[in-house]
């Protein structure tokens, strides 16, 4: 969920960037759009997967109930 936010508040930042230095709002969405997944990619598949690893060498798994559902 963290590449998800991380990616959020890239796509913002560089939606509002490259809409100051272009001047055309939809141009920029669109290469923000593409470089916010690249960002995901990485953020996703690289970096905290590295974090994963790591996590199952300790060998705790948690689990968090959020729903119960009765019959």
């Known amino acids: 969920m963290k590449s998800f936010w991380i990616t959020y508040a890239f796509c913002f930042v560089s939606t509002v960037l490259l809409t100051l230095i272009t ?3 939809i141009i920029s969405s669109a290469w923000s759009l593409l470089l916010s ?8 598949v690289w970096y905290f997967e590295e974090d994963e690893e790591k996590n199952e060498a300790d060998g705790e798994e948690k689990y968090i109930a959020i729903l119960t559902i009765k019959h």
Do not use: G, N
């Open 23 to 25: 001047q055309d709002l």
């Open 37 to 44: 997944l690249a960002v995901y990619l990485f953020f996703d």
